[in-house]
């Protein structure tokens, strides 16, 4: 049967996808700028001519130029043709250059760079039903990760996630027993003992170089905090006042079992708080920008990890609330609710 081609269809396909080679290209454009300090010197000394930006960061004005021109040709800065000059605009100038602002970008440019630089060993896994292990990432990976959720965590774990959890700040004031569970480098964890100097936590993940970087992160905290190796379903210990899995739980092979090891390790009053990307429980639910970008991490980077594990069960990023609640309910968990979100989280509370 012939079928019919709308030729215009066809050249709208054709741009759009030129539009994705160009996005493709400008993850790296964007983890040079980050690395070289283009975006900071923009933000620091207005706007700029290539010669100038090249002088001030101490690199080549041709690299200058052609990175300004297709950072211009994104919408990332502005280009005045009558003065030559190229200018990141102020909302611009939060979402690059400022660590602390929720809008933070740099570091989810950078996973995103990371973990494509696998795409060859990930298509290899697709063949055989293998998985890639998240230590066999780049370091890009393990950097960006953090880079990328820390400021969501700076701006709502403290005023926001934990109040919503019943009962959890004023334990944690006046002193718990806290494990924070697939800790990475231990943004999350510092933070809450920064917050609440009476409770004692410790960080578990199975990735031997993280849990090193998190050591010396938290070195001026003392007892307060420590971070341990080991796997979700074998961190040690019981009676804990409050268990935390940030955005980790779809990354494990066996969650089932992870879920049930926190089950057994909480105190029959404690709280298990997860967080998981944001998704729908439909397909269709999710097909949106980020549903999208989250769809890309979980083909390359979250799905091969949960394979390369035992049990593999391969939740995927977009898992959605349901599928995360039978997750726990299977683990002997009773009570789930959704406590809190954001555009890149969903926030629940789990307990026993």
């Given at each position: 049967m012939t079928v019919a081609i709308d030729s215009d269809k066809l050249m709208g396909f054709v741009f759009k996808a030129v539009d994705e080679v160009g996005a493709t290209l400008n993850a790296a454009l964007v983890v040079m700028g980050d690395r070289l300090g283009f975006y900071q010197a923009l933000a620091d000394h207005g706007p700029s001519t290539p010669a100038e930006l090249a002088e001030r960061t101490s690199t080549d004005q041709h690299y200058t130029r052609e990175w300004l021109n297709a950072q211009a040709a994104g919408g990332f800065v502005e280009y005045d043709a009558s003065t030559g000059r190229y200018t990141l605009p102020p909302e611009q100038t939060v979402a690059m250059t400022d660590p602390n602002s929720p809008a933070y970008l740099p570091g989810f440019f950078q996973i995103a760079l990371g973990t494509v630089q696998h795409t060859t060993e990930t298509i290899e896994a697709a063949r055989s039903g293998a998985g890639v292990g998240w230590h066999e990432h780049t370091s890009d990976v393990h950097v960006g990760c953090e880079r990328f959720f820390r400021p969501s965590y700076n701006a709502n774990l403290l005023?926001?996630?934990?109040?919503?959890?019943?009962?959890?700040?004023?334990?944690?004031?006046?002193?718990?027993?806290?494990?924070?569970?697939?800790?990475?480098?231990?943004?999350?964890?510092?933070?809450?003992?920064?917050?609440?100097?009476?409770?004692?936590?410790?960080?578990?993940?199975?990735?031997?170089?993280?849990?090193?970087?998190?050591?010396?992160?938290?070195?001026?905290?003392?007892?307060?905090?420590?971070?341990?190796?080991?796997?979700?379903?074998?961190?040690?210990?019981?009676?804990?006042?409050?268990?935390?899995?940030?955005?980790?739980?779809?990354?494990?092979?066996?969650?089932?079992?992870?879920?049930?090891?926190?089950?057994?390790?909480?105190?029959?009053?404690?709280?298990?708080?997860?967080?998981?990307?944001?998704?729908?429980?439909?397909?269709?639910?999710?097909?949106?920008?980020?549903?999208?970008?989250?769809?890309?991490?979980?083909?390359?980077?979250?799905?091969?990890?949960?394979?390369?594990?035992?049990?593999?069960?391969?939740?995927?990023?977009?898992?959605?609330?349901?599928?995360?609640?039978?997750?726990?309910?299977?683990?002997?968990?009773?009570?789930?609710?959704?406590?809190?979100?954001?555009?890149?989280?969903?926030?629940?509370?789990?307990?026993?």
């Open positions: 005023s926001s996630w934990l109040p919503a959890l019943d009962g959890v700040v004023a334990k944690l004031e006046r002193g718990a027993k806290v494990a924070d569970i697939g800790c990475g480098h231990g943004a999350s964890t510092i933070l809450m003992a920064e917050a609440f100097p009476k409770s004692r936590f410790t960080g578990w993940d199975y990735h031997q170089a993280s849990i090193e970087t998190a050591r010396q992160r938290a070195a001026g905290l003392g007892e307060r905090v420590t971070f341990e190796v080991a796997a979700a379903n074998q961190f040690s210990g019981s009676g804990y006042d409050l268990v935390t899995t940030f955005d980790a739980l779809h990354d494990m092979g066996d969650p089932v079992g992870a879920a049930r090891h926190i089950r057994e390790a909480l105190a029959p009053d404690g709280t298990w708080l997860l967080v998981e990307p944001m998704a729908g429980d439909h397909v269709e639910d999710n097909l949106n920008p980020v549903g999208r970008a989250y769809y890309g991490f979980s083909t390359l980077l979250c799905t091969p990890a949960s394979l390369s594990q035992p049990v593999g069960l391969a939740l995927g990023t977009q898992a959605g609330p349901a599928r995360i609640q039978d997750v726990t309910t299977a683990a002997g968990f009773s009570r789930f609710r959704t406590v809190a979100q954001t555009p890149f989280n969903l926030v629940f509370e789990v307990r026993p």
